[in-house]
T-cell receptor, first 111, second 113 residues
Framework: TQLLEQSPQFLSIQEGENLTVYCNSS?????LQWYRQEPGEGPVLLVT?????EVKKLKRLTFQFGDARKDSSLHITAAQPGDTGLYLC???????????FGQGTTLQVKP | DSGVTQTPKHLITATGQRVTLRCSPR?????VYWYQQSLDQGLQFLIQ???????AKGNILERFSAQQFPDLHSELNLSSLELGDSALYFCASSVAGAAYEQYFGPGTRLTVT
C-alpha cells in the first residue's frame, strides 16, 4: 500500500518567517503534486513535479522532488497571512489516475 | 475557479436514503475522479472514469456507484446512507488518463442525519 506522510501536521508561525513542509514515502511515484486547500473549498493545484531532483519555484514557494522520486518538500520564504491554509501533497501513478494524498499540513501565519 | 462544477453544494439527508452528486469537468478534460474527504480519513480516492469508461478504482464502497455520460459529466450515487458517509465529496478532472494535473471542483458537503 502506498502511503505519503507529511510533516509537520500543524505549523503556526509569524509573518516573515520561513518554513519547510515535508512529504515522504517508501514508494516511488511518477509524479508529485502539491495542493492548497481553504476550509470548505476544493484543493487548488500549486505545482506538479515529475523528474527526480526537479526544483520548481512559484513566487515565494519552492518545491523539490527527491532524486529517488519518493519524497518532496515545500519551502515558503517570508510567509504571509495569505499563505494560511491546508497544504496537501499527492503522489501519482503513470498508468492510473489514482492520487495518494498525504494527511496535510495546516499552516497558520500570524500577522 | 478551476472550471470544474459540482452540484449541489450542500446536501442533508437521512440514514438509509440515496443521493446523487453531479460533476461537470473542465472543458476538454476526458477524465473525472471522485474523492471523499473526512476529518479522520483525509482525502481518499474513490473512482476514476476516462472518456466514459471506468479507469481506476479506490476504496469505494459497494453502496456507492458512479458513471460518466457521453457529454463527459459524471454522477456519483450513494445509497443506503450511513452516518459515517457524512463528508466532503470532490470531483476532479484532467485531460488525460494519468494522474497528473488534476483540477478539483468546489465539492459537495453531505450530511447524513
Amino acid at each position: 500500500t502506498q502511503l505519503l506522510e507529511q510533516s509537520p501536521q500543524f505549523l503556526s508561525i509569524q509573518e516573515g518567517e520561513n518554513l519547510t513542509v515535508y512529504c515522504n514515502s517508501s514508494s516511488v511515484f511518477s509524479s508529485l503534486q502539491w495542493y492548497r486547500q481553504e476550509p470548505g473549498e476544493g484543493p487548488v493545484l500549486l505545482v506538479t513535479v515529475v523528474t527526480g531532483g526537479e526544483v520548481k519555484k512559484l513566487k515565494r514557494l519552492t518545491f523539490q522532488f527527491g532524486d529517488a522520486r519518493k519524497d518532496s518538500s515545500l519551502h515558503i520564504t517570508a510567509a504571509q497571512p495569505g499563505d494560511t491554509g491546508l497544504y496537501l501533497c499527492a503522489g501519482g501513478s503513470s498508468n492510473t489516475g489514482k492520487l495518494i494524498f498525504g494527511q496535510g499540513t495546516t499552516l497558520q501565519v500570524k500577522p | 475557479d478551476s472550471g470544474v462544477t459540482q452540484t449541489p453544494k450542500h446536501l442533508i439527508t437521512a440514514t438509509g436514503q440515496r443521493v446523487t452528486l453531479r460533476c461537470s469537468p473542465r472543458s476538454g478534460d476526458l477524465s473525472v475522479y471522485w474523492y471523499q474527504q473526512s476529518l479522520d480519513q483525509g482525502l481518499q480516492f474513490l473512482i476514476q472514469y476516462y472518456n466514459g469508461e471506468e479507469r481506476a478504482k479506490g476504496n469505494i464502497l459497494e453502496r456507492f456507484s458512479a458513471q460518466q455520460f457521453p457529454d463527459l459529466h459524471s454522477e456519483l450515487n450513494l445509497s443506503s446512507l450511513e452516518l459515517g458517509d457524512s463528508a466532503l465529496y470532490f470531483c476532479a478532472s484532467s485531460v488525460a488518463g494519468a494522474a497528473y494535473e488534476q483540477y478539483f471542483g468546489p465539492g459537495t458537503r453531505l450530511t447524513v442525519t
